[in-house]
């Protein structure tokens, strides 16, 4: 079956999308280091060996102080615990360690763990003067780390009386260092200055008992600030719960940040981490509340199914009254040889006027704290997380600035924190970008030079369809998949004035769809093949059928082409990650309504590469499963290539009214399923490791001929 050209009518709206919508190696950007200075606490939870289920037998719980220069050192003055070293008494830990953070506050820490692995590195960012992360990569070396980093800088310390302000906190516990009795909770806690609580009342559940969820209360509670800044905290048990069942009870330590925002607590001798942020005025929380891009960072263990998982990230809220969103997950998985991937999804959910929401599509609870900056997230479920959330800064710039956030998939809108590929559109977004607003006619090449406008990524001039002011759209150079530091920098020139440099991460293919509402949601932007018509409500796809997916971020194409060049009828580009023989493209269709594939049908593609006669566009033509379907289901369509996956676009299928898409339940449940489908997938690429500091990391050389 030959690829059909994309019809004239359909062209036009997919060109809009495109300016609605958004070779040498490359070292760490360290521009950003001066975000990360002075004294801070810190909690290390790391899990360090799992059993056959993935689940944890063994753990690392870190605390104490860590001092940043401000230039790319620190030093650390800690104690460290794990039942499996010295009987599981407390060690000291003392050490020094670099440290690299970018103009965006993206970067990394060596990890105090293992301070000489350069897989190891704890890979995070800075917002809100926190530090959070999480070492993705670990399993580059063929070791189980999984863990979550936070950090917050301390100033002068607080007394009982200064201590008022109430805190919307999650915790997560794994009680005995393994999932037997792992626990998470969201819960308020409001200090009255006077050394006490009021009634503390949590929400969550706990692996050791059979409620989906608890809820559990307790009063009496105190806490009496230390010299060193530190606050004990003393916690009765819940009202009628025994010590065993008690989601949150004994002798607490917490530190307050030096801006009063957030708290971080532990057990002394335990194997929790506590985050709480400042809670917001009463009855002030909306939808616009969760406005932005947060940076995030969690462990998780589900013990039922997928086991441990961690990950760093993004998340970026439209903050609409639909409360939509889109999430990264840079997500590591413990077995060894199966390496971290980026994971994108869609979301939704509503910020109640506490800052608290319903459950959202992917089974998680929020707490957004004060104007927004943070939040507090927990699984639900038999799922165990515990996800900090900051909000990214508001960055500006004089002159021709691009944004160091500013960089996304123009199809998916994948955020900063995902990587980008050879070929990709990406939208980048910034200020005095350009002194016109053009765009290229479709069916003509792309030029590097558009209004007086140039890019390039690694020095590597980018074709450019779109320019503004504020927003560009630009192709990836496939020359960049020579680039073996899983790094690229980015810069703008307008009209003979450079830009600053942005530095983001690199693979070798990054799908993103095409969607009918430019915002990389809801139905595709997906054809009929047999008529070339849009896949619509009133003209659904049907069992059995090909239909035409748009789709950019494929990666490189045999035969090559030059970068920009408008693709040909023959012979057709064929994508190389499709082509390979090992990870390849899957094309799966979700129906999260239909058991049969609530986790995924596979679909036959018939091609996947670039759309002849036009520039800058993949296509996949794939065929919809004869059964397994609900009629009428709203399903969703997921990529699934050696180092990506991503599940964001939806197309109707079937006959009738098209249903809403299932409870979070279901959607949690077939996450699961990814991680577990990824593990199976068996890729052996090398990891993006330490983030440029390492040589050949990142990119799969793939070559192939005709399908």
Known sequence: MQPRPIQSLFSVALLSMFSLAGASGQTQDTSGNSMLKGTFEFRHLAVQLVDAGFNPTDMTAVYGKITFDGAGKYTVAATSMD????????????????????SNGIGYLTNPLYPTDQFAYINGSVAQGVFTGSSTESQGDMNTLN?????????????????????Q??????????????????????????????????????????????????????????????ATLTIPLPAGVSSTNAMFTGTKTIFQSADGNFILGWTTGGFDIFFGVKALAANTGTNSTSKGLYFTAALEDNPTSSGTDSYYGGTDNTGDSSGDGIIHQRINTPQPGILAYDYGVDDQFMVHPDGTTGTDLNGYLFIFGDGGQAFVAIGTQGLFSLVVGMHAPTFTGAGVYLSPIGVSSAASFQPVTASIAPGELIALYGTGLSGVKMSMQGGLAFPTSLGHVSVTIDGIPCPIYYVSPEQLSVIVPYAVALNQTGLADIQVNNNGTLSNVVQVYLTDAAPGAF????????????????????????????????????????????PAIMDGAVAPLTPL???????????????????????ACATGCPGNIEFAGLVPTLAGLYQINVQVPTSGLGNGDSVYVEFVTDAADVNEIQIPYGLGIVHQVAPAEARRLARASRINRMRSRGRKAISRGARGDIPAVGLRAVTSGEN
């Open 147 to 167: 863990d979550i980093f936070v950090a917050v800088p301390v100033g002068t310390a607080p007394t009982n009386a200064s201590f008022t302000a109430p805190y």
């Open 83 to 102: 039942k499996l070293v010295a009987n599981g008494a407390p060690q000291a830990l003392n050490l020094s360690g670099t440290y690299a953070i970018g």
């Open 515 to 558: 969607s009918q509402g430019q915002d990389g949601i809801g139905f595709a932007a997906a054809l009929h093949n047999a008529t070339g018509t849009l896949v619509t409500k009133a003209d659904p796809a049907q069992p059995g059928e090909y239909i035409q997916l748009y789709v950019t971020g494929l990666g490189t194409v045999t």
């Open 573 to 595: 580009s064929w994508s190389d990650v499709y082509k390979a023989s090992a990870g390849g493209l899957t094309v799966l269709f979700d129906d999260y309504l239909a058991f």
């Open 169 to 230: 906190t999650g915790v997560l516990d794994f009680t005995g260092a393994n999932s037997s009795a792992i626990m998470n909770a969201l819960f308020e806690l409001t200090p009255n200055g006077k050394g006490g609580f009021g009634t503390i009342s949590l929400s969550g559940q706990a692996s050791n008992q059979n409620a989906t969820t608890l809820s559990q209360s307790i009063t009496g509670a105190t806490y009496n600030f230390n010299s060193d800044g530190s």
